[in-house]
């Protein structure tokens, strides 16, 4: 037999580059508790206001009024021949649907932002749960900003099935309650070499909880990470352990895989492993290679897998972008601050990081109904992306720049945006 044992090399990372800042936000002028006042030309408020107009108002012929007690006074207006109109000043909002988060380190993550994703946070509230795989060197589960993000299965949870050594759920893995190690053949996903925890808080991290980072999928109630490790201690692995970890995710409920690994020859077991996958209806998402010339790595490179280049927070092509006819979206990949094991953050670059962005908004995609399959899926993320070809450059970018809030309104088939009405009650002003 053909031994098909090709090593995958990892899609690595250069770290440590500037730290992005922003200017602190100007401290806005408050007129809490005033009145605006339309009144005839000449007139002045009678005694117990006082009148702060602003040229600009006063040209418009009103007056804004503060009292320290102006319910009490409001009825002297309403009984003023020279009074027009008059009504409590009133708060109004910026309807351009973006929400801060109150992450701490949000301001160090320019990745959100550039693909519409707190705009989409609004639009994918209140839906259905959904899981994105990560197959990778594994996932830190009790990071502060990953626990509550983790899936777990149902059939080896409770009354001592997680250890009791039996496969209660017949799934094929004994005490498999958070995923499996594909790697060591355990059943602890845990990740030895940082590579993983990354990845997972890039989609999926908890946004709105106050600490680290906000990741693309993390304002949405019910998406979960499969932790699926199949890259040892130095961030390497088997094709064939990646193979049966896409197989794992698609038997036991994933919509979405993130593959951010790869290798630049041809896998056939990997090749097998996402035609399973795309005839089950899930969307794999891999990371488009970073060598940095012509030649989209495998198994990116395959028809059936969403492949991903990275770009700057300028939208250039990262340097080590590996590109070519077979590359499909680009998303931030430079920079990219996110968690690592033991609790911590740092920055990482690579087509690596740029994958679980898009994975991340393709797992909102897979809470709505209307996106009930890969395809419908790759076509919204594929027709909304923002062209970044400038010439006759799509091998760099191919369909260009991921859109989040405008993949979620795509909406082929033309049915109810049914997550709408919904507002994501965690969301809070910071
Ligand atoms: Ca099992
Ligand atoms: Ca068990
Ligand atoms: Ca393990
Ligand atoms: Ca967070």
Redesign the pocket.
């Known amino acids: 037999m053909k031994r098909l044992f090709l090593t995958l090399c990892l899609l690595l990372a250069l770290c440590g580059l500037d730290q992005q800042t922003q200017p602190a936000p100007a401290q806005a002028q408050t007129f809490e508790g005033a009145y605006l006042v339309g009144a005839e030309p000449g007139w002045v408020p009678g005694p117990g206001w006082t009148d702060v107009t602003p040229p600009a108002l006063a040209a418009l012929g009103l007056h804004r009024l503060i009292a320290a007690d102006a319910p009490a006074l409001e009825q002297s207006l309403a009984s003023d021949p020279g009074v027009r109109f008059s009504a409590p000043e009133r708060s109004i909002a910026a309807l351009d649907q973006t929400i801060t988060p109150n992450d701490a380190d949000w301001v160090l993550q320019y990745g959100p932002a550039q693909i519409q994703v707190p705009e989409a946070w609004q639009l994918a509230a209140g839906c259905a749960v959904s899981t994105l795989a990560i197959v990778d060197s594994g996932v830190d589960l009790d990071h502060p900003d990953l626990v509550g993000r983790i899936w777990f299965?149902a059939?080896?949870v409770g009354g001592g099935r997680e250890t009791n050594g039996l496969?209660?759920?017949g799934?094929g893995?004994?005490d498999?309650w958070r995923g499996w190690d594909f790697s060591n053949r355990d059943n602890d996903p845990d990740d030895d070499y940082g590579h993983g925890t990354h990845v997972a808080g890039i989609a999926n991290a908890s946004a709105n909880n106050r600490i680290g980072i906000a990741g693309v999928a993390g304002a949405a109630w019910g998406v979960r990470i499969m932790a699926l490790k199949v890259l040892n201690a130095i961030g390497m692995g088997l094709d064939g352990n990646a193979a049966e970890a896409i197989k794992y995710a698609v038997d036991n409920g994933a919509q979405v895989i993130n593959l951010s690994l790869g290798d630049p020859l041809p896998t056939p077991a990997l090749e097998q492993a996402l035609s399973y996958a795309a005839e089950h209806g899930v969307l794999v998402v891999a990371a488009s290679g970073n060598s940095g010339i012509s030649g989209v790595y495998y198994p990116a490179r395959y028809e059936t897998a969403l492949a991903v280049g990275a770009v700057t927070s300028d939208n250039q092509r990262a340097y080590f972008s590996s590109y070519g006819p077979e590359l499909d979206l680009v998303a931030p990949g430079v920079a990219i601050y996110a968690t690592v094991p033991g609790g911590g953050y740092a920055y990482r670059s690579g087509t690596s990081m740029a994958t679980p962005h898009i994975s991340g908004v393709a797992a909102l995609l897979a809470r709505m109904p209307q996106y009930g399959s890969a395809r419908l899926m790759r076509d919204a993320l594929i027709h909304t992306a923002r062209v970044l070809t400038p010439v006759d450059n799509t091998d760099f970018f191919g369909f260009g720049l991921v859109q989040a809030r405008d993949a979620l309104d795509w909406n082929p088939e033309g049915a109810p945006g049914a997550c709408y009405a919904a507002f994501l009650p965690s969301i809070e002003s910071r």
Request: proline share 0%; no cysteine.
């Open positions: 299965n059939g080896e496969d209660d759920d799934n893995y004994a498999d």
